[in-house]
């Protein structure tokens, strides 16, 4: 008993972690003997308290099983219980649903991809929801998760219909049961939106010096909003607070975003609003942003310029910044668009090596914004799915011109846009994740990269 009761109350104080309590969600008594978990030996004296917690049997099930047999029933129920409340305060952290925001990042394994808006188009026969799932970050409007504005016109609504809230919740839990480790955020309009998001004669619309309306991201049509005026700003900070009180997403996104006096104003009652656990994720493209960063979890890197020496160079500084800079945890996401077409495939191994060896951010490579089909439309590669693990080591340069990572199960070599062709002489055979070929040595060309990693 008392080895229970010293169990709870390490548990309370904070000083056991919940990855290291090895509890498994309900199952029959003959499922429990199929996932029996080993005894870890010498680990310390509460080892025995947390196998023998592993599960809590229901009541008047399994009593006299084990060394609880020879308790007696008093005791036996106190211990049923106490393991019941160690489960309720646990189990879903254990298994990935709810578990915070630096625990899902933590617990992934590299590469990591990100979705932007629109998703992978490729894998036609998959479960669209398995497919959202490859990912570890995703994000979109609020209507993608199922929520509905309480509001005919989006830009005046305060809050969500309870009906939605709901069906977003069901469909986060059905996307974490794909992978634990997604996060999930969700975009809020300020700079502009389409023509029905607000009455024709707002005030928080933007106009010019005769009244007219000032256009917004062309493709779309669209009018920009007054992020100058306060009042506009505080009621986006209600909505951004709204999305997250949903409990269905993680954050939000804000589109085109730069440095200015405005846009501070903004993050900083949006940062107020949402608290300091949501992230906060932004549009920099290429850029930085010193005045705002403190406010900002992560940038999404939209690069729409990919063509030069110069442009992958400016990419490679502003990645390295936003990784020493943003505020933690931080949720930075290099993406790049293709020159010819989605079989640019040393483009794709060139943004995917680029992000493992110059970030624990996340990666993805798509058609560009020009083409008439929905923006950020990608393929999943195959070079995607050969997990690395983690990482050993910061990326570091080589003589060679190259930049060189270790991870756990495998290296990552990128080779900069401009730099010479490179030969990698390695200390034993690894397989080339770009050509299949097992050996020691390999060529990288400019502008590209490689994943190699060990098989039998």
């Known amino acids: 008993m008392q080895l229970e009761r010293d169990l709870a109350w390490e548990l309370t104080r904070g000083r056991l972690p919940p990855h290291e309590i090895p509890l498994t969600p309900a199952l029959s008594p003959w499922e429990r003997e199929q996932n029996e978990l080993p005894l870890e030996p010498e680990r310390d004296r509460l080892t ?37 409340l160690v489960v309720t305060l646990f189990t879903s952290s254990s298994f ?15 590469p990591s991809v990100f979705q932007a808006w629109s998703p992978a188009d490729n894998l036609k026969a998959e479960d669209e929801l398995t497919t959202i799932a490859r990912h570890d970050l995703v994000f979109h409007g609020p209507g993608f998760y199922d929520l509905k504005w309480n509001n005919d016109f989006e830009g005046l609504a305060d809050g969500f219909t309870r009906g939605s809230i709901s069906d977003a919740k069901a469909k986060r ?9 997604l996060i999930m955020l969700a975009e809020i309009r300020y700079r502009d939106a389409d023509r029905t998001f607000l009455p024709k004669n707002s005030s928080w619309w933007k106009r010019d010096a005769s009244g007219k309306l000032e256009a917004g991201w062309d493709e779309g049509g669209y009018i920009q909003l007054d992020f100058a005026n306060a009042a506009f700003r ?6 951004a607070r709204a999305v997250v009180e949903t409990g269905a997403v993680d954050g939000v996104l804000l589109d085109w975003w ?16 949402i608290g300091d656990d949501a992230l906060i994720l932004v549009n920099a493209n290429a850029g930085t942003t010193p005045l705002t960063a403190p406010f900002i979890n992560g940038y999404f890197m939209e690069c729409d310029h990919s063509e030069t020496k110069e442009d992958w160079e400016k990419i490679r500084t502003s990645l390295r910044w936003a990784e020493k800079n943003l505020r933690q945890p931080r949720i930075n996401c290099l993406e790049t668009w ?10 794709m191994r060139a943004t995917t090596t680029l992000s493992l060896t110059h970030s624990d951010g996340m990666c993805l490579f798509s058609d560009p914004n020009p083409l008439p089909t929905g923006d950020h439309l990608h393929n999943w590669y195959d070079f995607w799915n050969r997990s ?25 070599i990128h080779n900069p846009k401009g730099n010479r062709l490179a030969t990698l002489l390695l200390p034993e055979p690894m397989k080339s994740l770009a050509t299949g070929r097992k050996a020691r040595t390999h060529l990288i060309e400019e502008c590209d990269g490689d994943i190699f990693v060990r098989e039998p």
């Open 48 to 84: 025995k308290a947390r196998q023998r917690h592993r599960l809590p049997l229901p009541l008047g099930e399994g009593w006299g099983e084990g060394e609880d047999g020879r308790k007696p029933l008093l005791d036996r129920v106190v211990d049923r219980l106490l393991a019941c």
């Open 258 to 273: 730069v440095d200015d006096d405005d846009r501070l104003a903004l993050i900083k009652a949006i940062r107020r609003a």
């Open 173 to 181: 839990k059905a996307l974490l049961a794909r992978n634990p480790n």
């Open 234 to 239: 505080n009621h986006v900070a209600l909505q």
């Open 388 to 412: 690395l693990g983690k990482p050993k080591s910061p990326g570091k340069l080589e003589p060679d011109g190259t930049w060189r990572r270790e991870f756990e199960k495998g290296l990552v």
């Open 96 to 110: 990935g649903i709810d578990l915070t925001v630096s625990q899902r990042l933590a617990a992934r394994t590299f």
């Open 338 to 347: 293709y020159h010819k077409s989605r079989n640019d495939l040393n483009l």
